[in-house]
């Protein structure tokens, strides 16, 4: 079902791509909405489809299955051309921005070169004026004496700063932030993420922020924000930030929970542990069946996980989560764990996630 | 710590004295460059006590790798040691590690003290597989059969929790991260050092299987007894791991103490900031404070304290002064000259926690 105050959309979305080696599924069958402002999280281990997800949100990658709906209209059948409005609203910044910003190209350049071309500010005056704006917005200040900098002649933090200002150039609607505060230092890590909460704040930009750290995440994601949990492809888990890590539901989230080391010697020490049957990481060539998780998850049920493919339950309607023994501990205890903002409607579990969309509406917070 | 559960034909018997095993004094290191010289260590001194897991702690270009790399000279040919000794305690009788020839030098090294690098991938050759990698360490180091040497690479290979004779018989590429990292610790022990150098050993890792190297660091140290030093830019695995925790900062260590004082009782403004840096995943809402400003030119250091142009405590002596690890606890230096003041502003916090 279409929402239609969603600003981006992914029903039942997959890629898939052909190597060599055989046929790979990066992205396999992903549903999620996000509002106008929303920031949603995008939480997963290495090669985990993160990437590609973030990639089809800004346009770059066309899915191979499913629909991508941006504001209502359907983006994979878009004409090329239709396309390339679409990616003006959409922007990506990336992991590297040493790699995204061209090493020859001042900051004037890197910015002026979008915005005169698209006909955002006519003239170098228009120009300058704007960028001087844009690079007071992600804090690089006093801005004139960043105009003439080569990316070399920048920190990792700056040279990041300036890959979100060239995103916002365009006035994009929707950011995706590919682990995009992953290569700089924690000290600068900080700003970096707050800088970004506050273009969410002012800007009302709604972030797809890719990380592989769940605490940034939860940083990042806010009181308003989720965090979707992926694991070979598919979204496992979705929820608001806060009761995800409080009270996460798929056995994964709650291995991935219980690993993670934190910086508190007494608290990460006598963390209670989750026990794998697994360590290997399946490859994506050759998925296990039924469940992806099932070699690996401690509540595995022989018959079923190893069988039966698991659809997408939602609990609630800002939460949603993809197993058959939580979905059959839900139903059983329909009253059981609320969604944090107590309507007695979100407490109901829709086994029918294929025609409403599991994540189809939900509100923000703020 | 006992260093005597473990006895294999490869090793001598060592003496079980309680103390340090090795013993860094005013250690300098620096590296020739376009620009001039980056000055990457900075008169480093630290003692490292048998069985014990000290943690070097700090952000990227602080000089960690440098240190580790010094200790066990194999720094590059642009690298030079204009000062400083490193002590190691063989038997009790004192080893000067930086005057050592290259007979004693080849036996310090894998034997006495050995380094796992930084990248799992790249430490391993790739055309190479498992089993000739490990042949070509021992048999470099050590006189052993080609019999002896097979079965002591099962040996650490079982110990690291892998499938040892498949894996002896697989090529790198073949191995996930989690493994090859495995295979690198395993390689590391082979010769059942006193000392393991690791630099990094998780980073790069997927959480699940970073869980399970932190699990697998832990039980060896517990079984094996050696004396670790790790590197680490993430506060989270030092919390884990570590008995004693070093901040290094502009090539300095400027703080060094037992984990939970570094922690929960930090002295220096940059252990502090690293901290409150950090966002935490299940302690609760805390606030994150960032540090201004950016790490210096390792080629054009700041005068003074050098951290004092990012620091919120410096004042006007900071500029002039660099202050030395001073005692602010027991077991516990800061080279800080206001570190007082930083007890006293935590004071609230800490008696909290208490
Ligand atoms: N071969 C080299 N030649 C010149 N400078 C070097 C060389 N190796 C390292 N450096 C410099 O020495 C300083 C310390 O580097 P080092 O690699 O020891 O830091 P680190 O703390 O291990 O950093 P990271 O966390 O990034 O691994 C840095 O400024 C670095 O750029
Ligand atoms: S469906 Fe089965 S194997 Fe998959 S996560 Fe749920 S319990 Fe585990
Ligand atoms: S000595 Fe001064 S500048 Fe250095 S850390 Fe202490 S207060 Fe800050
Ligand atoms: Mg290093």
Same mark, same amino acid.
């Given at each position: 079902? =279409?929402? /239609?105050? %969603? *600003?981006?959309?992914?029903?039942? +979305?997959?890629? =898939?791509?052909?190597?060599?080696? $055989? +046929? +790979?599924?990066?992205?396999?069958? !992903? =549903?999620?909405?996000?509002?106008?402002? /929303?920031?949603?999280?995008? +939480?997963? /281990?290495? $090669?985990?489809?993160?990437?590609?997800?973030?990639?089809? %949100?800004?346009?770059?990658?066309?899915?191979?299955?499913?629909?991508? &709906?941006?504001? $209502?209209r359907d983006f994979a059948t878009m004409p090329e051309r239709k396309l390339r409005v679409y990616r003006k609203a959409a922007q990506i910044v990336h992991q590297d921005p040493y790699a995204s910003l061209n090493p020859i190209r001042t900051v004037y350049q890197t910015l002026s070169v979008p915005l005169l071309h698209h006909g955002i500010v006519r003239g170098r005056t228009a120009a300058v004026e704007r960028i001087m704006e844009l690079l007071t917005t992600v804090e690089l200040t006093p801005p004139a004496d960043f105009l003439g900098k080569y990316p070399h002649q920048l920190s $990792?933090?700056?040279?990041?700063?300036? %890959?979100?200002?060239?995103? *916002?150039? *365009?006035?994009?609607?929707?950011?995706?932030?590919? @682990?995009? !505060?992953?290569?700089v230092d924690v000290s600068i890590r900080v700003s970096l993420l707050n800088m970004l909460l506050r273009l969410r704040d002012t800007l009302g930009v709604a972030f797809i922020f890719i990380t592989h750290d769940l605490a940034v995440a939860k940083h990042f994601a806010g009181r308003g924000g989720r965090i979707a949990v992926m694991y070979l492809g598919r979204i496992v888990e979705i929820e608001p930030a806060a009761q995800l890590i409080r009270d996460p539901l798929h056995p994964y989230t709650?291995?991935?929970?219980?690993? !993670?080391? @934190?910086?508190?010697?007494?608290? =990460?020490?006598?963390?209670?542990? !989750?026990?794998?049957?697994? &360590?290997?990481?399946?490859? &994506?060539?050759?998925l296990p069946s039924g469940c992806t998780f099932h070699p690996r998850c401690p509540l595995f049920e022989e018959g079923l996980c190893d069988v039966q493919r698991p659809e997408t339950v939602s609990v609630g309607e800002r939460r949603a989560v993809l197993c058959h023994v939580v979905a059959r501990q839900m139903a059983a205890a329909p009253m059981g764990p609320t969604t944090g903002d107590g309507h007695a409607s979100d407490r109901a579990v829709g086994l029918d996630s294929r025609r409403d969309g599991p994540v189809g509406s939900m509100e923000v917070g703020r | 710590m006992s260093t005597s559960t473990v006895s294999t034909a490869l090793t001598e018997p060592v003496a079980v004295t309680a103390g340090t095993i090795l013993s860094v004094r005013d250690l300098w290191v620096e590296y020739r460059a376009e620009r001039g010289m980056v000055q990457a260590v900075r008169g480093v001194n630290f003692d490292l006590r048998k069985g014990e897991s000290l943690a070097l702690i700090g952000e990227s270009g602080s000089g960690k790798t440098t240190l580790a790399v010094a200790l066990i000279r194999l720094l590059t040919k642009t690298a030079r040691v204009p000062r400083g000794t490193v002590t190691y305690w063989r038997n009790g009788r004192e080893v000067d590690v930086l005057a050592l020839g290259a007979e004693d030098l080849r036996r310090f090294r894998w034997k006495e003290c050995a380094m796992v690098f930084q990248s799992a991938l790249n430490s391993l050759n790739p055309v190479l597989k498992v089993w000739d990698q490990m042949y070509d360490t021992v048999r470099y180091h050590e006189s052993m059969s080609k019999d002896a040497a097979w079965q002591r690479s099962l040996e650490v290979l079982q110990m690291v929790q892998l499938d040892a004779a498949r894996v002896l018989n697989s090529y790198p590429h073949e191995l996930s991260g989690g493994m090859r990292q495995r295979v690198l610790l395993a390689m590391g022990l082979l010769l059942n050092p006193q000392v393991l150098l690791l630099d990094e050993p998780t980073t790069a890792l997927d959480i699940l299987t970073q869980r399970s190297i932190i699990n697998l660091l832990r039980?060896?140290?517990? #079984?094996?007894?050696?004396? #670790?030093?790790?590197?680490?830019?993430?506060?989270?695995?030092?919390?884990?791991?570590a008995d004693r925790v070093a901040t290094m900062y502009a090539g300095q260590v400027v703080e060094l103490g037992e984990v939970r004082d570094i922690f929960y009782r930090p002295r220096h403004p940059y252990t502090l900031g690293l901290l409150q840096a950090v966002p935490s995943l299940t302690a609760g809402e805390s606030e994150m404070v960032s540090i201004p400003g950016s790490p210096p030119d390792l080629i054009d250091l700041p005068s003074g304290c050098k951290f004092h142009p990012r620091c919120t405590?410096?004042?006007?002596?900071?500029?002039?002064?660099?202050?030395?690890?001073? #005692?602010?606890?027991p077991q516990h230096g800061a080279a800080c000259l206001r570190w007082a003041q930083v007890a006293q502003d935590r004071e609230h916090v800490e008696t909290q926690r208490a």
């Open positions: 079902m =279409t929402n /239609e105050a %969603a *600003l981006l959309q992914f029903e039942r +979305v997959s890629r =898939t791509f052909t190597t060599k080696r $055989g +046929v +790979v599924r990066a992205v396999d069958d !992903v =549903t999620f909405a996000a509002m106008p402002g /929303e920031v949603l999280c995008l +939480v997963g /281990e290495s $090669g985990c489809g993160k990437t590609t997800t973030g990639k089809m %949100a800004a346009g770059l990658v066309r899915p191979t299955g499913g629909r991508i &709906l941006f504001e $209502g $990792g933090g700056q040279r990041q700063r300036v %890959a979100v200002a060239r995103a *916002l150039t *365009l006035n994009p609607r929707l950011i995706v932030a590919d @682990e995009a !505060v992953s290569m709650q291995a991935l929970l219980a690993a !993670v080391p @934190e910086a508190d010697p007494d608290l =990460t020490r006598n963390k209670e542990k !989750v026990k794998l049957r697994s &360590l290997e990481i399946p490859s &994506l060539l050759q | 039980q060896l140290k517990a #079984t094996l007894g050696f004396s #670790t030093i790790f590197i680490s830019h993430d506060l989270s695995l030092a919390a884990e791991l405590y410096a004042i006007e002596r900071c500029r002039a002064e660099e202050p030395a690890l001073l #005692t602010v606890g």
